[in-house]
């Protein structure tokens, strides 16, 4: 199940194209398509604007997956865990030691996405209580930002217009996928501008 | 013909002598024997080697779904690209089937259309057996019927704020559908009291009287019964006529609603409702002509009705036609490059071969009924009822596959490939249908006796 694909695009012609990828993940839609064809409310979105899956809650109808226009929702379509069938690292008791102990098992029938890594969002919140101070910007660190070697990945706040996010969307580079069907992505990215080499 | 008619024609009346419905003006004592002898006889050796083979696909369909339940609904050819394909398919075609039935039942009642006394009855059976066929899909498309039950509002609700989505259209299928049945049901069984009295009383003794006098709640044919019953019949088509335009409408939001290309579009209600009722049609083509030939009830179901009924299909066969030719003169009208490219994709792309069969079975090939000779010719009828469910089916897959296989995005774009599993779970819901039929016109009136007895002498 990956929750954060890298989509790859061509630009250019023959042999003369570059290919450029752009990771595309769960946008957490402020006006979601995704929530409002749930029949049972299984998809909504949180207080602090995270597109959230109950996953106790699916009962797998699939239509947030149909209706989401960027395509990023996974179905369980099998139990993965503790089934041979499948020779994936949830099959074998050792193979389970690389799972993330923090993130709950999704049973098969049930629908899946990127959630924003909710439970460091959590982890964040609770390490800042527990030093009696507000929680701050770059205290949470998303599991592809963490990885992301060259720190194209940023998560913060963007209700906080000081934070590093909300500064990198307010500039002029900013965009958001498929702006034009009106799903209001909380996730943004940015155009990149880079010198190219003159044909000779 | 009584002496009133003889005297108009005569007077040369420039008027068409009304048609008869029956042929042969057969006694009411005939009527009753007639109708009541496949119940009342043992069945021939045809309808049993047609039960073997509709049990046979019943029993696949039951292991197949028991395995489906046991392993996911990872063992259909479903992918993150196409997350419905035959699932949603089947149940959009199974549901529209039942529209016909409805409209005989109820709107030609209302209009007083005599010529559905001898089909109503099959036509609402078959309208209750295709929605259970629908029902099915939906459950089991989820895998986990366990949890089916969420989407139900039920009392008293522990789940505190966490109950139904009224927005969602699926919600709306799940009224839309139950209350459907519902009314289709009530309405079948009170339109058979009579029948069960009459076959109460032709009983000779034993269970079959038992059973037929709890079934027939008493009636008694009195002139008080009648006329209640006759109101009650009136307020029931009343409440099912709506239903005939509301349910499909609604599945139709199951798509409309949404911001696919090939499904976000508001010509969805009508254009349903017009495919639903064509549909329907072709499949009591098709079950009528098959039973009237093997229960010998050539008098009762003639070729006159079988006429009218391909003129109703004709009519919403093009309409269904003129919806196709609207939805791509907006795609092209409309300006939409998402649209543009669905709709050039829908008639270019990997499953073109399904749109042309579409096409072909639900625009050009009802374009023969124009036609009396066309209208008349039983074994032409027969072909062209089945194709008509062919495109039906082929309809609902374009729409539903074609739209999702390809996205916004590039990367998100599949193909669906059937599995034994999504095929043999398509047949499997066709044996339903027919092993339920089949015991119906064994153990259940198919003609409605007294309705036809009003009609069976002239007006």
Partial sequence: MHWLRIDRYYDGDGAAARSVHQPMMCQHCNHAPCETVCPVLATTTSSEGINQQVYNRCIGTRYCANNCPYKVRRFNWHNYTANSDFDFNMASPLGRLVLNPDVTVRSRGVMEKCNLCVQRIQLGKNQATLSRRPIADGDVATACQQSCPTGAIVFGDLKDPNSRVSKLLAGRRAYHVLEELGTRPSVGYLKKVAPQEEET | MSDLDLHRHDAGDPLLPPTRWIDGAPSLHKITTDISRPMEARPGRGWWICLGIAGLAVVNLLAMVGYLFAKG?????????????????????????????????????????????????????????????????????????????????????????????????????????????????????????????????????????????????GWNGSQRTWSRYEMVSLILAALATPLVLSVHSIVSTDFATSLIPGWHTTIFPPYFVAGAIYSGFGMVLTLLIITRQTMHLERYITIRHLEAMAKVTLLTGSLVGYAYATEFFNAWYGGNLYERYHFINRAT??????????????????????????RTNIALLFVLSILVNVGMWFERFVIIVVSLHRAFLPSGWGMFYPTVFDIGILVGSFGLFFTLFLLFIRFLPMIAMWEVKGVAHGD
């Fill in chain 2, 73 to 217: 609904i990872g063992i259909w050819g479903l992918n993150n690209a196409v997350g419905w394909a035959f699932d949603i398919t089947n149940f959009v075609f199974w549901i529209g089937i039942g529209h016909a039935g409805t409209l005989i039942s109820a709107i030609l009642l209302l209009f007083r259309q005599k010529w559905r006394t001898s089909i109503n009855r099959s036509a609402e059976a078959m309208t209750i057996f295709a929605v259970m066929c629908a029902g099915l899909f939906p459950l089991i498309h989820m895998g986990r019927p366990w949890d089916a039950f969420f989407i139900f509002p039920y009392f008293p609700n522990q789940r505190g704020p966490l109950w139904i989505n009224f927005r969602s259209p699926l919600v709306w299928d799940v009224f839309a559908i139950s209350t459907y049945f519902t009314i289709s049901l009530v309405f079948w069984y009170l339109g058979m009291l009579p029948d069960l009295a009459t076959l109460r009383d032709r009983a000779l003794g034993g269970i079959r009287k038992l059973v037929l006098r709890f079934a027939a709640f």
């Fill in chain 2, 349 to 374: 792309g990997p499953y073109a071969w399904c749109f042309y069969l579409m096409v072909l079975c639900n625009v050009l090939v009802p374009q023969a009924l124009w036609w009396k000779r066309a």
